[in-house]
């Protein structure tokens, strides 16, 4: 480890009471998706007062904000250190990201207090509502990342490795409309917009078997009826598609339409799709980049484990399509406890995932500094890209 990197890591060290105060206060106020005005406003007054201008709302999302060290001209290349902060519902941060955000700003601090009047080339962006609205896909098209040539963020996890593919993703609504009647002394008078949801589910369940390893297919019922005895008039689920790659994504989705209209047609109901963009994409891995990270990893004593192949679903996807990204796994538990969970939320602030949580801003910014510095691992980064 060259001396510079000595240096970050022991800057990060310095400021470990305050990422775990960023990570303590994300956790006792989780917000969800573009409700995130505390975390937003939060994170900026700390980088405010380590030196930074923070511009908030950037690309017209009211929760983000763009951050750049003060006094100094943006240059190129330019790293951008990404922090999520948004929870899930009821179970608030059983994804992580109060630590994600944290070691970001941990990352983009250290580094600029070693590279001073040369930390030109990094910002950090706050990308509001991963966990279903796309915030970092909105970002992407308003702009945000144009002048920026590589994008990095660290994921908690129960196993660590460097990188891997995601699902690209489609939400999506489907609704059934039919017509009301007693159950009991009308029935033939009544169009069951029910059976046509179980039709569609059971057409899903079928549809399940001739897809690929990468597929997946999932929802759930958010209206089923009113009363037993009122033949319902109107029923909606929501659904994700996955898939591996984009046009297995869409093929999926068109088979799923072709459900709709089959359990319209068998009900005498009529239907109506609704998608809730952004649509996500796969994640374009970038080896280069991940091989940095691993490199830096090992230094710190972390050992990487073997990829087990689950996947999910991210907006960093959509992003690692406009620009270089990076986004490593660091185990905060044991394999056996699953993300989206409450044990998941607690192990973020257990021994290991305090000190998962400083591991991971060092990883970062030696990454970072990596890219900024090595003038080949930015070419071998763009050829990544552009192949």
Same mark, same amino acid.
């Given at each position: 480890?060259?001396?510079?990197?000595?240096?970050?890591?022991?800057?990060?060290?310095?400021?470990?009471?305050?990422?775990?105060?960023?990570?303590?206060?994300?956790?006792?106020?989780?917000?969800?998706?573009?409700?995130?005005?505390?975390?937003?406003?939060?994170?900026?007054?700390?980088?405010?007062?380590?030196?930074?201008?923070?511009?908030?709302?950037?690309?017209?999302?009211?929760?983000?904000?763009?951050?750049?060290?003060?006094h100094c001209q943006p240059s190129r290349p330019m790293v951008a250190l990404l922090a999520e902060y948004d929870a899930l519902p009821?179970?608030?941060?059983?994804?992580?990201?109060?630590?994600?955000?944290?070691?970001?700003?941990?990352?983009?601090?250290?580094?600029?207090r070693v590279l001073k009047d040369e930390a030109g080339g990094i910002a950090m962006v706050g990308t509001p509502a991963e966990e279903?609205?796309?915030?970092?896909?909105?970002?992407?098209?308003?702009?945000?990342?144009?002048?920026?040539?590589?994008?990095?963020?660290?994921?908690?996890?129960?196993?660590?490795?460097?990188?891997?593919?995601?699902?690209?993703?489609?939400?999506?609504?489907?609704?059934?409309?039919?017509?009301?009647?007693?159950?009991?002394?009308?029935?033939?008078?009544?169009?069951?917009? @029910? %059976?046509? *949801?179980?039709?569609?589910?059971?057409?899903? $369940? =079928?549809?399940?078997?001739?897809? #690929? /390893?990468? !597929?997946?297919?999932?929802?759930?019922?958010?209206?089923?009826?009113?009363?037993?005895?009122?033949?319902?008039?109107?029923?909606?689920?929501?659904?994700?598609?996955?898939?591996?790659?984009?046009?297995?994504?869409?093929?999926?989705?068109?088979?799923?339409?072709?459900?709709?209209?089959?359990?319209?047609?068998?009900?005498?109901?009529?239907?109506?799709?609704?998608?809730?963009?952004?649509? @996500? %994409?796969? *994640?374009?891995?970038?080896?280069?980049?991940? $091989? =940095?990270?691993?490199?830096?990893? #090992? /230094?710190? !004593?972390?050992?990487?484990?073997?990829?087990?192949?689950?996947?999910?679903s991210s907006d960093m996807g959509n992003l690692s399509h406009y620009l270089p990204a990076v986004h490593p796994w660091i185990a905060?538990?044991?394999?056996?406890?699953?993300?989206?969970?409450?044990?998941?939320?607690?192990?973020?602030?257990?021994?290991?995932?305090?000190?998962?949580?400083?591991?991971?801003?060092?990883?970062?910014?030696?990454?970072?500094?990596?890219?900024?510095?090595?003038?080949?691992?930015?070419?071998?980064?763009?050829?990544?890209?552009?192949?």
């Amino acid at each position: 480890m060259d001396n510079n990197k000595e240096m970050l890591c022991k800057e990060i060290d310095s400021l470990t009471n305050e990422l775990f105060g960023v990570s303590d206060y994300l956790l006792e106020n989780p917000e969800t998706a573009y409700q995130e005005f505390k975390a937003c406003e939060y994170l900026s007054s700390i980088l405010e007062k380590n030196g930074f201008t923070v511009e908030k709302g950037v690309g017209d999302v009211k929760t983000s904000f763009l951050a750049r060290p003060l006094h100094c001209q943006p240059s190129r290349p330019m790293v951008a250190l990404l922090a999520e902060y948004d929870a899930l519902p009821k179970i608030g941060h059983g994804c992580g990201h109060n630590m994600i955000a944290a070691a970001g700003l941990g990352a983009a601090i250290a580094l600029k207090r070693v590279l001073k009047d040369e930390a030109g080339g990094i910002a950090m962006v706050g990308t509001p509502a991963e966990e279903g609205g796309g915030g970092k896909a909105l970002l992407a098209e308003a702009g945000i990342f144009e002048q920026m040539d590589a994008a990095m963020m660290f994921h908690p996890s129960s196993t660590t490795i460097a990188g891997k593919g995601m699902l690209g993703r489609i939400k999506f609504e489907v609704e059934f409309f039919g017509q009301t009647a007693h159950a009991a002394g009308t029935p033939d008078q009544g169009i069951n917009a @029910l %059976d046509a *949801m179980i039709q569609l589910f059971n057409s899903v $369940s =079928a549809l399940r078997q001739q897809v #690929r /390893a990468d !597929g997946r297919i999932h929802g759930i019922i958010t209206h089923g009826g009113d009363a037993p005895n009122i033949i319902p008039d109107y029923t909606a689920a929501l659904f994700y598609v996955r898939a591996g790659d984009r046009e297995y994504r869409d093929e999926l989705f068109e088979r799923v339409k072709k459900c709709c209209e089959g359990a319209s047609l068998a009900t005498g109901t009529t239907y109506k799709v609704k998608v809730f963009p952004p649509i @996500l %994409d796969p *994640m374009k891995r970038n080896l280069a980049l991940e $091989s =940095a990270a691993a490199e830096n990893l #090992r /230094a710190l !004593g972390i050992a990487i484990d073997k990829d087990n192949g689950r996947k999910g679903s991210s907006d960093m996807g959509n992003l690692s399509h406009y620009l270089p990204a990076v986004h490593p796994w660091i185990a905060i538990s044991e394999p056996n406890i699953a993300g989206h969970t409450v044990e998941f939320r607690e192990a973020t602030i257990s021994d290991r995932g305090r000190q998962t949580l400083i591991n991971a801003a060092k990883m970062l910014a030696m990454t970072a500094y990596d890219f900024l510095t090595k003038p080949e691992l930015q070419e071998q980064a763009a050829r990544d890209f552009n192949s």
